[in-house]
């Protein structure tokens, strides 16, 4: 089945370790989503590709990176993790192609926790 | 801009009875609309959406909603409360040209037997 594929589903680190979380896909979209989600809360944009187009959401600390090598892959880096970073980071895609208000499909989420 | 406001952010059903999750609208432009579940520790999968073909969207799982531009809503109801359907209800609303969702706070639903 066609999915979107996170890795690993659980993350631990260390405060102030560099930690990079991946995403992949096999639905071939054009456009992947990074959220981050605290506790109780709803997803929060962090930033998306349109392709290669790179689009940061304005509040998106320095901290936090992303690539996107290809269509299939794309990984969230933060540099510097700190204690108010733990949550579940989510990725999503959408074929712009097939409607601009189509839905976003969702990975399972990586839960990360910084000790 | 785009908002929506879900009332309620946890709701008690028993199982057998009436499911309604409650969302209302803010949008300048006719709004594309969205319900989505998540379950523990899981990712969000989208149970509806309205995109201005049919006020009444079926979805998956049982649920359906209304869109009601009279009452800028858009309620989630499901006839009758399975177990399985102890999650949390997100609705989102797309915001035309920036392609992105914004999301309410969400509803916990808990089902109890």
């Known amino acids: 089945d066609a999915m979107v594929i996170q890795n690993p589903r659980y993350q631990v680190t260390q405060f102030g370790k560099p930690v990079t979380l991946s995403c992949s896909q096999t639905l071939n979209h054009n456009v992947m989503y990074w959220y981050q989600q605290k506790s109780s809360q709803a997803p929060k944009l962090l930033f998306h590709?349109?392709?290669?187009?790179?689009?940061n959401e304005a509040d998106t600390p320095d901290n936090f990176q992303s690539r996107r090598p290809n269509t299939s892959f794309c990984f969230l880096d933060i540099r510097s993790p700190g204690l108010g970073d733990a949550a579940m980071y989510l990725c999503?895609?959408?074929?712009?192609?097939?409607?601009?208000?189509?839905?976003?499909?969702f990975g399972p989420g990586t839960r990360l926790t910084v000790l | 801009a785009q908002s929506v406001t879900q009332l309620g952010s946890h709701v008690s059903v028993s199982e057998g009875a009436l499911v309604l999750l409650r969302c209302n609208y803010s949008?300048?432009?006719?709004?594309?609309l969205f319900w989505y579940v998540q379950y523990p520790n899981q990712g969000l999968q989208l149970l509806l959406k309205?995109?201005?073909?049919?006020?009444l969207v079926k979805g998956i799982n049982g649920f359906e909603a209304e869109f009601k531009k009279s009452e800028t809503s858009f309620h989630l109801t499901k006839p009758s409360a399975h177990m399985s359907d102890a999650a949390e209800y997100f609705c989102a609303v797309i915001n035309p040209g920036f392609q992105k969702l914004v999301f309410g706070t969400g509803t916990r639903l808990l089902v109890s037997p």
């Open positions: 590709y349109y392709d290669k187009d790179f689009n």
């Open positions: 309205y995109t201005s073909a049919a006020t």
């Open positions: 999503a895609t959408r074929d712009p192609s097939s409607g601009s208000y189509n839905e976003q499909f």
């Open positions: 949008s300048s432009v006719p709004p594309y």
